[in-house]
């Protein structure tokens, strides 16, 4: 991803993990792929702010969607994951 959301972020064959995130309620975070469609809205919602000299683009080129660009009222940009999960990405100025 050029860069990291943890301290320590990496791929393995079959899911990707984020460790040592500053401030995160838990120990690490893994994303893996499951084999049904996404059918409702997300049991979770992510808020994520992106370290200093991280952009949205740096979350395209690794596969997410931009669903809709800040406003004068919203300061941040909802993307949705590979398979549809929705979260919001602010960036710090």
């Known amino acids: 991803m050029g860069r990291r959301l943890g301290r320590h972020a990496g791929q393995a064959d079959d899911y990707t993990y984020l460790d040592d995130i500053p ?5 690490s975070f893994d994303f893996c792929t499951v084999p ?18 991280a952009a949205v683009g740096d979350l395209v080129s690794v596969g997410a969607t931009v669903l809709a660009e800040p406003t004068e009222d919203d300061q941040w940009t909802v993307m949705a994951d ?12």
């Not at 401030?23 to 120990?27: D, W």
């Open 23 to 27: 401030g995160a309620p838990v120990e």
């Open 36 to 53: 049904e469609p996404k059918t409702v809205k997300n049991r979770l919602h992510w808020d994520v702010t992106l370290e200093p000299g």
């Open 82 to 93: 590979p398979e549809g999960n929705e979260f919001c990405v602010f960036e710090r100025r």
